[in-house]
């Protein structure tokens, strides 16, 4: 039982192509992220959504567009994308988000090569 | 100064050597804190939570000074399979991770 699902696990694209990476969660949680982990590995919060409400929005270009269309999915659709989104994207969980006091469980990640 | 800093190592170390890590923060405000241990092309993994008191499991040992603003972790008797990366997490609204911490650990 994966707690934390993601598609695709690998995604492969050229520059300006529009692509969706999707997560789920069975763990009953309300508050759900995405994080990019660059090729430093140096992990980053991107967006995150409490019971389907963005909560935390980053400075991430407006090409990135996060979608939750309840509160056991989110999504992330990137527009017109670009070399330097190349890295891994997580998806993560927590049972809450009452200013970070809860543990996150992540996804499998999903790594992104644009060439 | 960056938000959270960590020394990235790598630390190698024999197997049954202790090894301890810092974890150095800014904002006097946060929160929350853990550690958690990524394996090479895998997802981070949460380890444990940090406390003021301290707290223990097994091996691991964590500790949080807040006067000094930095958590430490403290690993016992290392095995092989402690080999991974150890990331810190510190929160005040938001989750913000060290660049993470690389630990060898050699027969």
Known sequence: DTAVSQTPKYLVTQMGN??????????????????????KKFLKIMFSYNNKELIINETVPNRF???????????LHINSLELGDSAVYFCASSQDHGMGNYEQYFGPGTRLTVT | RKEVEQDPGPFNVPEGATVAFNCTYSNSASQSFFWYRQDCRKEPKLLMSVYSSGNEDGRFTAQLNRASQYISLLIRDSKLSDSATYLCVVTSYIPTFGRGTSLIVHP
Not at chain 1, 18 to 39: A, P, V
Request: proline share 6%; net charge neutral; with cysteine.
């Open chain 1, 18 to 39: 529009d692509k969706s990476i999707k997560c789920e969660q069975n763990l009953g949680h309300d508050t759900m992220y995405w994080y990019k982990q660059d090729s």
């Open chain 1, 65 to 75: 567009s996060p979608k939750s269309p309840d509160k056991a999915h989110l999504n």
